[in-house]
């Protein structure tokens, strides 16, 4: 199993930068892709960027342009930076990490990241 915590979330204002971190632990894995999700009270959880071994990269258009992700070379740390944060950016997000052997992936817990003047 494969454990994963996010960390770096908090409240900032609207025009503020942050940057998210999730760490992965556990038995020996090989992640085939890394990314960031994250849920609005009464929304579904939605898709925000992803990372492959190889480094690309894919966003979400409504944070395209201002949110990048980045992952250490063994795919076992990513980190989501944040520029120029809305209001709607308001969310708990999490960190998802997939294996050959689960292509839907590991969840973290989740950490909160709230815009707000």
């Known amino acids: 199993q494969v454990q994963l915590v996010e960390s770096g979330g908090g409240l900032v204002q609207p025009g503020d930068s942050l940057t998210l971190s999730c760490a992965a632990a556990?038995?020996?894995?090989?992640?085939?892709?890394m990314a960031w999700y994250r849920q609005a009270p009464g929304k579904e959880r939605e898709f925000i960027a992803g990372?492959?071994?190889?480094?690309?990269?894919r966003y979400a258009d409504s944070v395209k342009g201002r949110f990048s992700i980045s992952r250490d070379r063994t795919m076992t740390t990513t980190r989501l930076q944040m520029n120029n944060l809305k209001p709607e950016d308001t969310a708990a997000y999490y960190c998802?990490?997939?294996?050959?052997?689960?292509?839907?992936?590991?969840w973290g817990q989740g950490t909160q990241v709230t815009v707000s003047s």
């Open positions: 998802n990490l997939k294996t050959p052997f689960k292509p839907d992936g590991f």
């Open positions: 556990g038995s020996a894995f090989t992640a085939t892709a």
């Open positions: 990372i492959v071994g190889g480094g690309t990269t």
